[in-house]
C-alpha cells in the first residue's frame, strides 16, 4: 500500500488497455441481459443463459487491511446466500468468484481486470482503501462494468461505473468536524496514513477549521501498516490540541491508541474522533484502549430498529456470537440488495439499464432506508457520531435529522470552492 498511488494508476490503465483488445469470454452483448458494452471496451462476456449469473466479490483477506476487510467479505456472502435462499435475482441463483485484494492496490487492479474479463462477473462488490479504488476505478470504466464500493470515503469522485454505498464527505467528514464545533473544540491535531483518503479528507477539514473559527496544530502521517508511534503522540501531546481527527486506517490504529494510552492522554482530556474504527476494529485495538473515544459512521451495532435486529441476529447466528457488525459491512451487505434492486427495476442485468433504472432504488437497510442518487452514484445515508463503550459497542451520541443527500463535490459549502 505504501507504493505511489500513479504506479498503480498507470498499471490499471495499462491493464485495460491491453485487455480491451481482445475477446473476453463465451458470451457477447448480443446475449439477452448481457451487460452493455462502452465505447473501446469490447464485448461482454456476462453469460445469462444458464439459471445462474456470476458476482465477484473483491477484498483483502491478507496483508494490513485484513482486520478490516474480512468482515465485508463475511457481510457480502451472508447477503448472497439469503438471496440465493429467497430464489436469487431475476430467478437466477448467484454464482460468487472471489478474489483477495492483498491490501495492495496493483493486486485490486489486476483482480478487477480478471473478475471482469475472464470470470465474466455482472458486478463487482469489494474495495476499501481509496488507494484501491482509484487504481480499480479506470479498469471498470474502461469495460464498462460496475463496481459497489462499501467504504465510507473522501468524496470529489463520482463514476458511472461505481456504486458507492458508504458515506460521502458530507454525511461523515463534515458532520464530525461540526460535533466538535459544537463541543466548543478550538484546536484540532490531524492524524493519518499516508495515502489518498486521509490527505484528500484532511484537506477538506483545514478548509472547514479556516471557515469555522478552528485552529489545526499539528498534521502528520504514516504509512499504511505502520507501528511506531511515539513521535507522532510526542508531538500530539505537545501541540495543545483539545481534539485529534484520526484517519488512520488498518492496524495502524493498534498502534497509535496503545502509544495515546501510554503517553497518559485520554479521551476526556483530548477525545479522538475516528473515520474508520468501527466495532471490528475495537475488538483488535482492545476496548481498553479506546474506550470513550468517538466514532463517525452512518450505522452501529446497537441502531435500535426491527431491521437491524435482524440483520444483526442472522450475523450472529450465521458467524458466532462473538462477532459484531459494523458501518463498512453493513454497507456492502446493503449494496448487494441495491444491486438486485437495480437488476430488477431494469429487468435486465445490462450496465446500461442498470444505470438508466439507478435513480431512486431503494433499500430498508439495517442502517435505515437507503436511496440511491441516480446522477452521482451515491446514496442518502444518515449521520451518526458514536462514542465507543466498555462492551465493545459503540453507541450514538448525535444523529442527524434524517439521511443526507449526498453531495461527493461539496457544492453546497462555499468554504469547499477550489477543492475539486
Known amino acids: ?124 462488490f469489494g474495495g476499501w482503501t481509496s488507494s484501491s479504488r482509484k487504481a480499480m476505478l479506470p479498469v471498470f470504466e474502461g469495460h464498462d462494468s460496475l463496481l459497489f464500493y462499501p467504504v465510507q470515503y473522501e468524496g470529489l469522485e463520482a463514476s458511472k461505473n461505481i456504486f458507492y454505498t458508504g458515506a460521502t464527505t458530507n454525511q461523515q467528514i463534515i458532520p464530525a468536524m461540526d460535533y466538535l464545533k459544537e463541543q466548543g473544540k478550538k484546536k484540532v ?32 502521517y504514516a504509512p499504511l501498516g505502520h507501528t511506531d508511534f511515539a513521535t507522532i503522540v510526542n508531538k500530539l501531546k505537545g501541540s495543545g490540541a483539545d481534539a485529534v481527527f484520526n484517519t488512520l486506517n488498518g492496524d ?87 444491486w438486485k434492486g437495480m437488476v430488477e427495476k431494469a429487468k435486465s442485468f445490462a450496465v446500461p439499464d442498470i444505470q438508466a433504472a439507478a435513480g431512486g432504488v431503494s433499500f430498508e437497510a439495517p442502517e435505515g432506508t437507503v436511496t440511491v442518487n441516480g446522477d452521482n452514484h451515491h446514496i442518502a445515508k444518515t449521520a451518526l457520531i458514536g462514542k465507543i463503550a466498555a462492551d465493545g459497542l459503540i453507541y450514538t451520541e448525535w444523529s442527524s435529522d434524517g439521511p443526507i443527500e449526498p453531495d461527493p463535490f461539496l457544492k453546497g459549502y462555499d468554504w469547499a470552492a477550489g477543492l475539486s
Open 252 to 338: 495502524s490504529n493498534v498502534a497509535f491508541f496503545k502509544e495515546y494510552k501510554n503517553a497518559g492522554m485520554s479521551a476526556d482530556a483530548m477525545p479522538v474522533v475516528s473515520v474508520s474504527i468501527a466495532e471490528e476494529e475495537v475488538g483488535g485495538i482492545g476496548v481498553d484502549n479506546v474506550e470513550g473515544q468517538l466514532t463517525a459512521w452512518n450505522y452501529y451495532q446497537t441502531v435500535d430498529s426491527p431491521a437491524n435486529k435482524k440483520f444483526v441476529a442472522d450475523f450472529k447466528a450465521k458467524y458466532g456470537d462473538d462477532r459484531v457488525t459494523s458501518d463498512p459491512m453493513e454497507a456492502a451487505y446493503t449494496s448487494l440488495y441495491l
Open 1 to 124: 500500500m505504501t507504493r505511489p498511488l500513479t504506479r498503480a494508476l498507470a498499471l490499471a490503465a495499462a491493464l485495460t488497455v491491453s485487455v480491451g483488445l481482445t475477446g473476453c469470454g463465451s458470451k457477447t452483448d448480443d446475449t439477452p441481459g448481457a451487460a452493455g458494452t462502452g465505447g473501446s471496451a469490447g464485448a461482454s462476456c456476462v453469460d445469462t443463459s444458464g439459471d445462474s449469473i456470476k458476482i465477484g466479490f473483491l477484498n483483502s483477506l491478507s496483508g494490513t487491511m485484513a482486520i478490516s476487510e474480512q468482515t465485508v467479505r463475511d457481510s457480502l456472502d451472508m447477503a448472497a446466500d439469503e438471496i440465493n435462499a429467497a430464489g436469487g435475482v431475476l430467478g437466477k441463483k448467484l454464482t460468487v468468484v472471489a478474489e483477495d485484494g492483498a491490501s495492495e492496490p496493483t493486486v485490486f487492479a489486476e483482480k478487477a481486470e480478471k473478475l471482469i474479463t475472464s470470470d465474466c462477473v455482472a458486478a463487482v
Open 189 to 220: 491535531f490531524l492524524v493519518g496514513s499516508d495515502y489518498v483518503f486521509p490527505r484528500t479528507a484532511n484537506k477538506e477539514i483545514i478548509a472547514y477549521a479556516k471557515a469555522n473559527g478552528i485552529e489545526i496544530v499539528g498534521e502528520e
